[in-house]
Nanobody, 127 residues
Framework: QGQLVESGGGLVQAGGSLTLSCAAS????????KGWFRQAPGKEREFVAV????????MYADSVKGRFTISRDNAKNTVSLQMNNLEPEDTAVYYC????????????????????WGQGTQVTVSS
């Protein structure tokens, strides 16, 4: 059973930056689209960003467009999320996920679209 492990979370002041990383345990994950979700206390898990296996397509939630950048290094089995100009509203547990089904335009923004999940990493943005 493959695993995803996130790292890089922490406490940062508003306007600051953080980079999250997610390492996959198996190279087979290179064939999967990978996404980032987040979940704040008392709220549902929400989509943040996704990147296709070939890196040709990236999609972002409106709330993070222009501030966050998703990337992947298939040689290292990793996917990263560069987060700039962080806001207190970005405070959440951030989860890495992998989607094993073939990429189709609309099936990427729901948690149910993904088959593998990491354990999450906390990001806290202070005002």
């Amino acid at each position: 059973q493959g695993q995803l492990v996130e790292s890089g979370g922490g406490l940062v002041q508003a306007g600051g930056s953080l980079t999250l990383s997610c390492a996959a345990s198996e190279r087979t994950f290179n064939a999967f689209a990978k996404g980032w979700f987040r979940q704040a206390p008392g709220k549902e898990r929400e989509f943040v960003a996704v990147i296709t296996p070939s890196k040709t397509i990236t999609m972002y939630a409106d709330s993070v467009k222009g501030r966050f950048t998703i990337s992947r290094d298939n040689a290292k089995n990793t996917v990263s999320l560069q987060m700039n100009n962080l806001e207190p509203e970005d405070t959440a547990v951030y989860y890495c996920a992998a989607k094993t089904s073939l990429w189709s335009g609309g099936m990427y923004a729901r948690p149910a679209d993904y088959n593998y999940w990491g354990q999450g990493t906390q990001v806290t943005v202070s005002s």
